[in-house]
T-cell receptor
Framework: EDQVTQSPEALRLQEGESSSLNCSYTVSGLRGLFWYRQDPGKGPEFLFT???AGEEKEKERLKATLTKKESFLHITAPKPEDSATYLC???????????FGSGTKLNVKP | NAGVTQTPKFQVLKTGQSMTLQCAQDMNHEYMSWYRQDPGMGLRLIHYSVGAGITDQGEVPNGYNVSRSTTEDFPLRLLSAAPSQTSVYFC????????????????FGQGTRLTVV
């Protein structure tokens, strides 16, 4: 069964304290692994797509990596404005669905 | 470029009333979908469409209807609102996973916050 599990559910960091968010997945025929950021009261905002194991993408303080079983979202020297819920999703070739994790709520304190 | 547009942003319904949540996209995406998001439950798929005239059920379809008469629009109808349908609803669109390009990510609207009393 295709599924996505994110950990931890919540993460509190001090400004400048680097950390990583985990997304474990099982899917047959991966057509993409996606990271989103969601602010309160807003829709998910697309961050990255990863397609194959070993791939990495970066954007400002965020770096996403992918293996055959999991993805990590590394946050380097976070700032309070990085506080949000981060969602992970996968998509398979054979089904027209996205499978979303429950998200990690990140709180960065100044 | 508007992306995915949802209306209304907020709505209060009485139990038993019906209404339609509107969703439109201007990116010529084949795939459109509706999710509901509840605290602690994540995003749950209600219905989706792979193209005009084609719709299918997601994991929580009961109490909702959809249709896809054009590529751009994908309205969600609540037939007889119940308090259990109080939630935030998101519409999303994307290219088909079978398209040759790598741009297969989903784009979301800003959501409709629905309260059923």
């Amino acid at each position: 069964e295709d599924q996505v599990t994110q950990s931890p559910e919540a993460l509190r960091l001090q400004e400048g304290e680097s950390s990583s968010l985990n997304c474990s997945y099982t899917v047959s025929g991966l057509r993409g692994l996606f990271w989103y950021r969601q602010d309160p009261g807003k829709g998910p905002e697309f961050l990255f797509t990863l397609y194959s194991a070993g791939e990495e993408k970066e954007k400002e303080r965020l770096k996403a990596t992918l293996t055959k079983k999991e993805s990590f979202l590394h946050i380097t020297a976070p700032k309070p404005e990085d506080s949000a819920t981060y969602l992970c999703a996968v998509r398979a070739f054979r089904v027209n669905k996205f499978y979303f994790g429950s998200g990690t709520k990140l709180n960065v304190k100044p | 470029n508007a992306g995915v547009t949802q209306t209304p942003k907020f709505q209060v319904l009485k139990t038993g009333q019906s209404m339609t949540l509107q969703c439109a996209q201007d990116m010529n995406h084949e795939y459109m979908s509706w999710y509901r998001q509840d605290p602690g439950m994540g995003l749950r798929l209600i219905h989706y469409s792979v193209g005009a005239g084609i719709t299918d059920q997601g994991e929580v379809p009961n109490g909702y209807n959809v249709s896809r008469s054009t590529t751009e629009d994908f309205p969600l109808r609540l037939l007889s609102a119940a308090p259990s349908q109080t939630s935030v609803y998101f519409c999303a669109s994307s290219y088909s996973p079978h398209r040759g390009s790598e741009n297969t990510e989903a784009f979301f609207g800003q959501g409709t916050r629905l309260t059923v009393v």
